[in-house]
């Protein structure tokens, strides 16, 4: 739990409000009495933090609950006030830019993407900086508006010191992107950094909670140029943890396999990541013998998964036959997963995911691999839709989890 600094907060005060916010923004339009009782809190101290977080503007009272409240009277319900701050997600890939300025339910007020690939750091960085001042000036507003900036990058990340340790794709290597960031733009509010696959899980948990709320775990298996599935315990009645940082995209699943972006051989997305099954398209392209996908994009230096998907729907068999492998790598590392953790939930997102044949051959092979005679204790899956900005608004969601939990004076 994060503890306001600067003063002589006692950890209780802080954990207590910190609480009675993720209660209300989880559990809201709910009642003084509701939060009382499912916090085990005194009816003085919710009353004292509730007025505060009414003065703050961050709750609002949004009608009047059918059942009775403290004082016999029926009682008001209380839910965050959506509007009432604003949180800039970006997500920071060498390949590519996007951002997103949303409020705290996760809806978008404005959006930017940019596809222009940045080998250099800096440069990527300085560009990033351009779009942010772009953005700000598209909807008027200024970095005061902002109560939050969350940034999101593949690779390792120790988000506790907001350093990127090792981004293999592009050898970056032990970049502090929160104070990079920081001096380029001026921002003064606080930064976090979160890796792109955990961002997009903590997304989940805070903006999808028709899919993740009241399950006791869940997982997210991400397929882009590589793979992760990090895995999420709610081990409380409010916020869960990550575990790890899934990346399940290096696990070996055949030692004799195809050389890695990480040096190993037969990495899963050496199998199966994106990057692959375009590497192995372009060479299907360059030896004739993916004649329709050709005719989409001859030139098989340019091609996009985009272009892929459309070869596979118009008929092209050997794309066909490149995606199925990927699928079937897939698919044994997901039933994999299941049988390891076996989570409540497990959300799909990938382009691959985007065709309902691809879908449900996945689920065969997850099917015929997966240890596990009762249906019932299965896990439940969900291939997510197609979202540019799931990472962007993952970044942001990591930042107003913590705006949760920051103090505010009573
Ligand atoms: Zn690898």
New binding site residues.
């Given amino acids: 739990m994060h503890i306001a600094k600067g003063n002589n907060l006692s950890r209780v005060k802080v954990t207590n409000q910190a609480a009675i916010k993720e209660l209300i923004y989880h559990n809201g339009p709910i009642t003084r009495i509701e939060i009382a009782k499912k916090l085990g809190l005194t009816v003085p101290t919710i009353t004292a933090n509730i007025n505060t977080l009414l003065a703050a503007g961050i709750i609002r009272e949004v009608g009047i609950s059918e059942k009775k409240g403290m004082n016999g009277r029926k009682a008001a319900l209380i839910d965050m006030a959506d509007n009432a701050r604003l949180f800039l997600g970006m997500e920071l890939r060498g390949s590519m830019f996007r951002a997103s300025i949303v409020n705290y339910r996760g809806k978008i007020i404005v959006s930017f993407k940019e596809d222009t690939p940045h080998i250099e750091y800096d440069k990527m960085l300085d560009e990033a900086q351009k779009h942010i001042g772009k953005m700000l000036d598209e909807v008027q507003l200024s970095q005061e508006d902002i109560a939050g900036i969350g940034i999101c990058m593949p690779g390792l990340i120790d988000s506790e010191k907001g350093i990127l340790k090792i981004h293999s794709g592009y050898n970056w290597v032990n970049k502090n992107v929160i104070q990079d960031i920081r001096n380029r733009i001026g921002y003064r509010g606080s930064i976090y950094l979160e890796n792109n696959s955990c961002a997009r899980a903590v997304g989940a948990q805070l903006f999808r909670k028709e899919l993740t709320s009241g399950c006791k775990s869940f997982a997210y298996f991400y397929v882009s140029h590589g793979i992760a599935c990090p895995f999420v315990v709610n081990d409380s009645a409010l916020y869960g943890s990550i575990v790890g940082e899934g990346e399940v ?2 696990m ?1 699943m055949n030692p004799e396999g195809p050389v ?5 051989r037969g ?4 199998f199966a990541g994106e990057h692959a099954v375009i590497k192995n398209c372009a060479e299907a392209v360059r030896n004739g013998c993916a004649p329709i996908l050709a005719g989409i994009c001859p030139d098989a230096e340019k091609l996009t998964v985009a272009d892929i998907l459309e070869a596979l729907k118009k008929g092209d068999e050997v794309v066909g036959e490149i995606i199925n492998q990927a699928l079937l790598y897939i698919g044994i590392a997901v039933a994999n997963i299941e049988n390891f953790v076996r989570p409540e939930v497990l959300l799909l997102e990938g382009s691959l995911f985007q065709y309902e044949p691809n879908q449900k051959y996945l689920m065969q092979i997850i099917q015929k691999n997966v240890y596990c005679a009762v249906q019932s204790d299965r896990t439940k899956m969900f291939f997510l839709e197609e979202d540019d900005f799931s990472g962007a608004r993952g970044a942001a969601a990591v930042t107003i989890r913590k705006d949760l939990e920051d103090y505010i004076e009573l």
Avoid: F
């Fill in positions: 995209g290096h070996v890695c972006r990480c040096g190993n990495c899963l997305e050496a």
